[in-house]
């Protein structure tokens, strides 16, 4: 078991703007825990290509790392021992090598740094 913390965004079937608020009130609480990494839960949506919540909330966290407001993100498919970012996050967070979505190329969620 990895010591990540996961947040579940999809949880009642949220709108996109929803769901962008409970991230927002996601990265507060975690930054008040001192949180060094999360896991968010988005889906992948039933359409074959990303549902709603996938896209919007990727694009949140783009611009949220583009403003500075979090220093990394990798979305679940490249959350993987292979991928530079991953073992860089790894690196820094020995403990998320138990996490139980590495390796699985889950599109589904996102790895948010801190």
């Known amino acids: 078991m990895s010591s990540i913390k996961t947040f579940n965004l999809k949880e009642g079937m949220p709108t996109l703007e929803e769901a962008r608020q409970r991230l927002s009130r996601v990265l507060t ?39 500075g407001e979090i220093r990394q993100y990798i979305f679940g498919e490249n959350w993987s021992i292979f991928d530079e970012t991953s073992r860089n996050v790894i690196e820094e967070n020995p403990s998320l090598r138990k ?16």
């Open 99 to 114: 996490d139980s979505d590495l390796d699985r190329g889950n599109d589904g969620i996102s790895i948010v740094v801190l």
């Open 29 to 67: 609480e975690a930054r008040q825990k001192k949180l060094p990494v999360i896991k968010l839960i988005h889906g992948y949506g039933s359409s074959g290509v990303g549902g709603t919540l996938q896209i919007g909330i990727r694009k949140s966290l783009r611009q949220r790392r583009k403003k």
